[in-house]
């Protein structure tokens, strides 16, 4: 059976050919974009200076787009006349239906453009550890990405909310009132202890409980809200004062003061991974049972596009891969006792 098909050739001469696709394929593969924008404008003026002026192009350059046209399109569009140049027939024919196609090209080019704007609000303790994975994947993907940042995850939501973001990443937040939006677990982690190599000795057991709890250990609160509420319910549960949970409203205060004042900080083992990397900590298992840290992805309903749902799937595939990163490198050591 023979395959009927429109080619490049007919586009002067509307008709049916026949023959193999790969002509065809091969043809459009060696089609320059900016020469179909010179052919819509040797089109619309029928003169190679004006065309050329349009586009802010030289005549000599004009003049070879022209003559590339005339090779692939196997004819001579513009000719030489009593009255000037003018269009062959084909060229006629070709005037009729290249605006319209140029218009379509346009509106490929703009949508694309437009939806490949991505705009994700990252918590505020995960933005260090996945930043650099988000600007690595933008610039290989060519992709526009706009990052801004929530402490807690009712400022992200609200941010879906307000179309000032398009995915969330951070810790989940039971609303009902946000249904909404579509949610998703993407990962989970376990808690460390980070402390100060200077001050503590370490090991290689289990630290006791006892000393463990005997240490004084930050918390991190901002405006009266824990941003991993679990770790101080898991202490206060073990025995320990609330008078020896230390109130820190950021992390890298928090971190601070762990390596450089003897406090213990506990958090979830990916942020432990980037704090070790700059500063003196190491990282001991928790003697206490801690609920593990869910990692949550947002986005609104309705948002299932093609291309949204491929970026769906980077952001859950960036995520993953930075935190089992930065798992990998916190140092665990099992022992703490005192110099």
């Not at 080019?109 to 505020?124: M, P, T």
Request: aromatic share 6%.
């Amino acid at each position: 059976m023979q395959i009927v098909r429109l080619s490049m050739d007919n586009l002067g001469n509307p008709g049916l050919s026949t023959g193999d696709d790969g002509e065809l394929a091969k043809k459009l593969a060696g089609v320059d974009l900016n020469l179909l924008v010179a052919l819509e404008m040797l089109l619309h003026y029928r003169n190679v200076t004006h065309a050329a002026r349009q586009l802010g192009q030289t005549q000599p350059t004009m003049s070879r787009a022209l003559a590339r046209l005339r090779d692939l399109l196997g004819d001579d569009l513009l000719v030489r006349s009593s009255s000037g140049m003018t269009l062959t027939a084909r060229g006629e024919h070709l005037a009729r239906i290249v605006p319209t196609a140029m218009t379509h090209v346009r509106e490929v080019l703009s949508a694309r453009q437009a939806i490949s704007d991505v705009r994700i609000s990252i918590s505020a303790t995960l933005m260090p550890a996945l930043l650099p994975h988000f600007m690595h994947w933008a610039s290989r993907e060519n992709d526009l990405i706009k990052v801004n940042m929530h402490k807690f995850p009712e400022e992200g939501f609200g941010a879906l909310r307000a179309k000032s973001a398009q995915f969330t990443l951070g810790s989940p937040w039971q609303d009902e009132t946000y249904s909404d939006f579509e949610r998703e677990i993407i990962t989970q982690e376990d808690f460390v202890t980070l402390v100060s190599f200077d001050t503590h000795r370490l090991g290689g057991v289990r630290p006791c409980e006892e000393a463990f709890l005997a240490l004084p250990h930050v918390s991190l609160v901002e405006n009266g809200r824990e941003h991993f509420p679990q770790v101080s319910q898991a202490l206060l549960s073990a025995g320990i004062r609330r008078s020896r949970l230390i109130d820190i409203p950021d992390i890298t205060s928090a971190a601070l003061m762990a390596a450089e004042n003897g406090y213990a900080l506990t958090v979830p083992r990916a942020i432990a991974g980037w704090l070790t990397k700059t500063l003196r900590l190491a990282a001991l298992v928790p003697p206490v049972q801690i609920a593990s840290h869910q990692i949550e992805l947002c986005w609104r309903k309705g948002s299932g596009q093609a291309y949204h749902s491929r970026v769906i799937e980077d952001v859950k595939k960036i995520c993953r891969d930075a935190i089992a990163q930065d798992q990998a490198a916190v140092r665990t050591v099992r022992l703490l006792a005192a110099d």
